[in-house]
């Protein structure tokens, strides 16, 4: 077993990563000052995979488990499902030293956070992710919310879990396409800061795609580990967390105007970071062959890199103007300058992002 720490004062914690982990949380939760309480937030999906074992586990260690069941999908992470959470916990009888568990992925782990943080003006939570992105990314940070029907991720909290518990062995029932959105964001975390890692990425492809537990295990603690530096230096994203978001100015958009039906996130991110990297090297930041090297890994695993027919930088400007992470209109891109290192650029010319986004078959 892996165990990393974010460093964050009295709220730091540990991230655990392991096979066969989850038989191991009711023996991890007992270490909190929780009382006898705790509500295991799934969907149905997830528990029928894992909820006997994270369930069974917590009881063995002597607490109570109230299971907290939404229905799958993003649609579910809403305002809507929060009051099924809360009243569910108000039934129960939760107090303010219970605590919830996230079981699932993202959405699953996003919205129980938010519940943890303004339940009884906010309790303990801990993240068990079961899908890579949740493992590499969404778990780590204290990042939670829900969507507005007129936003995506738009009211939410800053409210960091007391431990992530990652069991690899999750993976195993993951469909291959939610599993390859994932490395998306593993691949960021080598462009924004860590070239090595890139190059484990490049060689270790296969191991990688065959789900090995070794290779497995590298690509998630190296992540997290990323994360939790870049996290433990700016919790609440005034400046350097923003790098976190490479490939995301133009990913949104892309999530955006296609309602978000066509792409997975982490495909429209795969998408995003090639064309963050083409407008680098539009505006002489980047190598041509560092671009086409960031592409070639992109596509080695099996994501797409280039924008489909019929989209073009008329739709997906005024998109980029919408997303929230755009403060007073102006338009922030991560930009790579080398594989491992990138900058945060504002003011940048439409023109240029035209330019980029022109590119094709290249
Ligand atoms: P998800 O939570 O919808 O999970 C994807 C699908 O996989 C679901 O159908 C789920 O039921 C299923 N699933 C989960 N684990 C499984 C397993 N082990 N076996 C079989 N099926 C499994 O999607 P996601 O990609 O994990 O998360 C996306 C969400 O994460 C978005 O809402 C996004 O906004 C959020 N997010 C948050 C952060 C953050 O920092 N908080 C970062 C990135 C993304
Ligand atoms: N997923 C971006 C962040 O956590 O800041």
């Known amino acids: 077993m892996q ?169 195993a029932t993951l469909p291959k396409r939610e599993f390859l959105s994932g490395l998306a964001e593993v691949i960021k975390y080598g462009v924004i800061w860590d070239e090595g890692f890139f190059e484990f990425l490049e060689d270790g492809k296969d191991a990688v795609l065959g789900l090995d537990g070794e290779a497995l295990t590298e690509v998630i603690r190296r992540s997290c580990e990323i994360k939790a530096e870049v996290v433990s230096r700016d919790e609440r994203e005034a400046g350097l967390r923003a790098i976190l978001n490479f490939g995301h100015t133009i990913g949104h958009a892309i999530e955006t105007v296609t309602g978000y039906k066509k792409y997975l996130h982490g495909e429209a991110v795969a998408i995003g970071m090639y064309y963050a990297a083409r407008l680098a090297n539009v505006l002489g930041l980047l190598q041509e062959r560092e671009v086409s090297r960031i592409r070639a890994l992109i596509m080695a695993y099996g994501l797409p890199s280039e924008l489909p027919p019929g989209i073009e930088a008329t739709d997906l400007i005024p998109a980029m103007e919408l997303d929230k992470k755009t403060v007073s209109g102006t338009l922030k891109f991560i930009l790579p300058e080398k594989i491992g290192a990138v900058r945060i650029e504002k003011g940048i010319k439409p023109e240029d992002i035209r330019k980029a986004l022109s590119f094709r078959g290249v």
């Open 3 to 171: 165990k990393l720490r974010v460093d964050l004062g009295d709220r730091s914690y540990s991230i655990l990563i392991g096979r066969n982990l989850l038989p191991e949380l009711g023996g991890a939760a007992e270490k909190f000052e929780f009382s006898g309480k705790i509500g295991l937030v799934s969907n149905p999906t997830v528990f029928k995979l894992y909820g006997a074992t994270a369930a069974g586990s917590l009881i063995k260690s002597g607490f109570e488990v109230e299971e907290i069941i939404i229905p799958d999908g993003e649609e579910y992470k809403s305002l809507a499902s929060m009051e099924k959470i809360y009243e569910a916990m108000l039934r129960a009888k939760l107090d303010r030293r219970s605590a919830l568990v996230a079981l699932g992925g993202g959405v699953i782990g996003d919205i129980t956070g938010f519940a943890a943080s303004t339940y009884m003006r906010g309790i303990d939570f801990i993240q068990v992710p079961t899908t890579l992105l949740g493992q590499v990314d969404s778990s780590v940070g204290g990042k939670t919310g829900v969507n507005h029907p007129l936003g995506k991720n738009m009211i939410g909290a800053f409210w960091q879990p007391r431990l992530v518990l990652i069991d690899i062995d999750t993976l």
